[in-house]
């Protein structure tokens, strides 16, 4: 037999075939016919640039058609023949395909089917169910290539490491479970391996998976998923989950990267109404020194093309209006246990890190957060309740001799950070943001230590009303990346929605700022003074004719304004005008100022009762 045309697409038997190339076509070969079995012998054909030969059998044994064929397809271009977009990304890359296939009604066997394309080798051996794949006896799959960089073509990855590919998947199924076996995939000197048994319906106690992950660097693993911030050392992970009549356990799960690790363990029961979920974690060591900076660079540097940002209600209210809705509180209900030994960041060691949450019935609980140094720690709790839509807030953390690295000055070391302690504590309920934080009552007090800080320098709090008023109070600032402190305090009352700076005040080398007022958190309306006294015969260029010694703060929060004195009414009417609008406790450093003193060397280092 013999078909010659110029278009294969005009045979009437393919007009439904998906793909059908384009061209001349030229079919040729051999056929017998044996009682019910057609033999196929030395059959060729091309088509436009495509060739395949075909040897082997039809038989067709009533209701049901089988086959037996040896087959050779290639060409010269893949997606012209599988239009499909991950073919697309290869570009023009010339293929075979060559291997057996038998089987009979839906049941189909292929063995030995390799395909090249490129510089990709594939081997296929399966007995595929083709009315449900899921259901197939067996699939076996092997492939390789010399670079990996195919890989990230195929599957449009950001980045693939450097290296030869290879991917060995081993699937078996049986009439309850699937069986991966042996399965691996390798790019270069990474590994991942993969053993299992899953269950194909419940209960799950049947399934048993096991994890093998590991490289020469975290870091090029994260880029793969678009994450540059992991840390440049080898790595390895290795996790176990049983299955259990209601969901699964993790009893093993150990994760390793440079001198980092972490172990743990987690049960998750999905039988009730939302899924339980504990984990438990706790490490010797944990290095985030070099992680840290990255995530603050990032912060730092934003996107400069990014819209500024905007209240995200109707109102115009930074808190807004609309009823808090918190739907990841109702996904699961999650206990988790955090234990570290010691934590490495760029200030220095931290050690005994603990952290405990518990989120039931969409109620999240922080029973314990703590962390300390060798100088401090940091602790802190945190509750949030909603019954019948009203949430209730309550929140305390206490930071003692801690120096934040996101303080720190660029290019400096971050243990020039002064210390800081601090004592706060909110205590809200309502709807909404805006009725939470109107029925607000708590108190905030910060004390800083001497120490570089990078408040005026720093792009992480650019565009903001600290920097404006920074700017605002010594526009020399703006050619320095930090300022010198010698100390600084906040003492802030939140009295029913009504935040009193009672006392707050910062002394640098060359300046001394002490600011009062208040801020209705129910109008969100600012009504804050700021005022500023040069520090003359410290070896420092005299300020007095450059820095805005009185400012006003009006406005809202999301619309605030900044109100110079123009006439220096301030430093020029005498005492009376100069501490109008002070609290008694801002008044009283005010007049230490204005008279010379240091105010360093009285400050509270705890939150007066």
Same mark, same amino acid.
């Given at each position: 037999?013999?078909?010659?045309?110029?278009?294969?697409?005009?045979?009437?038997?393919? *007009?439904?075939?998906?793909?059908?190339?384009?061209?001349?076509?030229?079919?040729?070969?051999?056929?017998?016919?044996?009682?019910?079995?057609?033999?196929?012998?030395?059959?060729?054909?091309?088509?436009?640039? #495509?060739?395949?030969?075909?040897?082997?059998?039809?038989?067709?044994?009533?209701?049901?058609?089988?086959?037996?064929?040896?087959?050779?397809?290639?060409?010269?271009?893949?997606?012209?023949? #599988?239009?499909?977009?991950?073919?697309?990304?290869?570009?023009?890359?010339?293929?075979?395909?060559?291997?057996?296939?038998?089987?009979?009604?839906?049941?189909?066997?292929?063995?030995?089917?390799?395909?090249?394309?490129?510089?990709?080798?594939?081997?296929?051996?399966?007995?595929?169910?083709?009315?449900?794949?899921?259901?197939?006896?067996?699939?076996?799959?092997?492939?390789?290539?010399?670079?990996?960089?195919?890989?990230?073509?195929?599957?449009?990855?950001?980045?693939?490491?450097?290296?030869?590919?290879?991917?060995?998947?081993?699937?078996?199924?049986?009439?309850?479970?699937?069986?991966?076996?042996?399965?691996?995939?390798?790019?270069?000197?990474?590994?991942?391996?993969?053993?299992?048994?899953?269950?194909?319906?419940?209960?799950?106690?049947?399934?048993?998976?096991?994890?093998?992950?590991?490289? *020469?660097?975290?870091?090029?693993?994260?880029?793969?998923?678009?994450? *540059?911030?992991?840390?440049?050392?080898?790595?390895?992970?290795?996790?176990?989950?049983?299955?259990?009549?209601?969901?699964?356990?993790?009893?093993? +799960?150990?994760?390793?990267?440079?001198?980092?690790?972490?172990?743990?363990?987690?049960?998750?029961?999905?039988?009730?109404?939302?899924?339980?979920?504990?984990?438990?974690?706790?490490?010797?060591?944990?290095?985030?020194?070099?992680?840290?900076?990255?995530?603050?660079?990032?912060?730092?540097?934003?996107?400069?093309?990014?819209?500024?940002?905007?209240?995200?209600?109707?109102?115009?209210?930074?808190?807004?209006?609309?009823?808090?809705?918190?739907?990841?509180?109702?996904?699961?209900?999650?206990?988790?246990?955090?234990?570290?030994?010691?934590? #490495?960041? *760029?200030?220095?060691?931290?050690?005994?890190?603990?952290?405990?949450?518990?989120?039931?019935?969409?109620?999240?609980?922080?029973?314990?957060?703590?962390?300390?140094?060798?100088?401090?720690?940091?602790?802190?709790?945190?509750?949030?309740?909603?019954?019948?839509?009203? +949430?209730?807030?309550?929140?305390?953390?206490?930071?003692?001799?801690?120096?934040?690295?996101?303080?720190?000055?660029?290019?400096?070391?971050?243990?020039?950070?002064?210390?800081?302690?601090?004592?706060?504590?909110?205590?809200?309920?309502?709807?909404?943001?805006?009725?939470?934080?109107?029925?607000?009552?708590?108190?905030?007090?910060?004390?800083?230590?001497?120490?570089?800080?990078?408040?005026?320098?720093?792009?992480?709090?650019?565009?903001?009303?600290?920097?404006?008023?920074?700017?605002?109070?010594?526009?020399?600032?703006?050619?320095?990346?930090?300022?010198?402190?010698?100390?600084?305090?906040?003492?802030?009352?939140?009295?029913?929605?009504?935040?009193?700076?009672?006392?707050?005040?910062?002394?640098?080398?060359?300046?001394?700022?002490?600011?009062?007022?208040?801020?209705?958190?129910?109008?969100?309306?600012?009504?804050?003074?700021?005022?500023?006294?040069?520090?003359?015969?410290?070896?420092?260029?005299?300020?007095?004719?450059?820095?805005?010694?009185?400012?006003?703060?009006?406005?809202?929060?999301?619309?605030?304004? #900044?109100?110079?004195?123009?006439?220096?009414?301030?430093?020029?009417?005498?005492?009376?005008?100069?501490?109008?609008?002070?609290?008694?406790?801002?008044?009283?450093?005010?007049?230490?100022?204005?008279?010379?003193?240091?105010?360093?060397?009285?400050?509270?280092?705890?939150?007066?009762?």
């Amino acid at each position: 037999i013999r078909l010659r045309g110029p278009e294969v697409a005009g045979i009437a038997v393919l *007009p439904e075939w998906p793909f059908v190339p384009e061209g001349e076509f030229d079919i040729g070969g051999n056929i017998s016919v044996e009682r019910s079995q057609i033999l196929l012998s030395d059959v060729t054909a091309t088509a436009g640039e #495509l060739n395949a030969t075909v040897q082997g059998r039809i038989s067709r044994n009533l209701p049901e058609l089988a086959i037996d064929l040896d087959i050779d397809l290639n060409g010269p271009d893949l997606s012209a023949v #599988l239009p499909y977009p991950p073919i697309d990304r290869l570009g023009r890359k010339s293929f075979q395909l060559y291997g057996n296939l038998a089987g009979e009604g839906q049941r189909l066997a292929v063995n030995d089917l390799h395909a090249l394309v490129g510089n990709l080798d594939i081997e296929i051996d399966a007995r595929l169910d083709l009315s449900d794949l899921l259901a197939s006896d067996r699939i076996e799959i092997y492939a390789m290539a010399p670079d990996a960089a195919v890989l990230q073509t195929v599957a449009s990855l950001e980045h693939v490491p450097a290296g030869p590919f290879l991917l060995e998947l081993n699937v078996d199924t049986t009439q309850a479970t699937y069986v991966i076996s042996d399965s691996t995939i390798q790019i270069g000197e990474f590994g991942f391996d993969l053993d299992a048994e899953i269950g194909k319906s419940r209960p799950y106690s049947g399934n048993d998976i096991s994890v093998f992950f590991g490289g *020469p660097s975290l870091r090029e693993s994260g880029l793969v998923f678009g994450d *540059p911030y992991l840390a440049d050392e080898p790595f390895d992970l290795e996790a176990h989950l049983d299955g259990t009549e209601t969901g699964f356990e993790m009893d093993t +799960f150990n994760f390793k990267v440079g001198i980092s690790e972490i172990s743990g363990a987690m049960s998750a029961d999905v039988s009730g109404r939302r899924p339980a979920i504990d984990v438990m974690f706790e490490s010797p060591l944990i290095d985030l020194r070099d992680r840290i900076p990255r995530l603050l660079d990032d912060a730092e540097s934003g996107d400069p093309a990014a819209e500024p940002a905007t209240p995200a209600n109707n109102s115009g209210r930074v808190f807004s209006e609309a009823p808090l809705d918190l739907p990841w509180t109702e996904i699961a209900d999650v206990r988790l246990d955090i234990d570290i030994d010691r934590l #490495l960041v *760029p200030t220095g060691e931290l050690t005994d890190f603990h952290f405990d949450v518990d989120v039931t019935d969409g109620n999240v609980i922080v029973d314990r957060f703590e962390v300390n140094s060798p100088q401090g720690g940091v602790y802190g709790r945190l509750s949030l309740m909603e019954e019948q839509g009203v +949430f209730s807030v309550s929140a305390a953390l206490l930071v003692d001799d801690i120096r934040p690295p996101v303080l720190a000055a660029e290019g400096l070391d971050p243990l020039t950070v002064p210390p800081i302690d601090a004592d706060f504590r909110f205590d809200g309920s309502g709807q909404s943001l805006h009725e939470i934080v109107s029925d607000s009552n708590g108190h905030v007090f910060v004390f800083i230590d001497a120490g570089q800080i990078a408040v005026f320098g720093s792009e992480f709090f650019s565009g903001g009303l600290i920097e404006g008023v920074a700017r605002t109070i010594n526009p020399l600032a703006r050619s320095r990346t930090y300022t010198e402190v010698d100390c600084g305090i906040a003492n802030i009352e939140i009295v029913d929605g009504v935040v009193e700076f009672t006392q707050v005040a910062v002394q640098t080398q060359q300046l001394t700022t002490v600011s009062s007022g208040n801020i209705d958190l129910d109008s969100e309306r600012l009504r804050l003074t700021v005022r500023t006294f040069p520090r003359e015969g410290l070896g420092v260029v005299s300020l007095a004719g450059i820095v805005n010694p009185f400012i006003r703060i009006a406005g809202t929060l999301s619309k605030p304004t #900044l109100e110079i004195d123009p006439t220096s009414s301030a430093t020029s009417a005498g005492a009376a005008v100069a501490t109008g609008g002070l609290s008694v406790l801002a008044r009283g450093l005010w007049d230490r100022i204005r008279g010379g003193s240091n105010m360093c060397r009285n400050l509270p280092r705890e939150r007066p009762e």
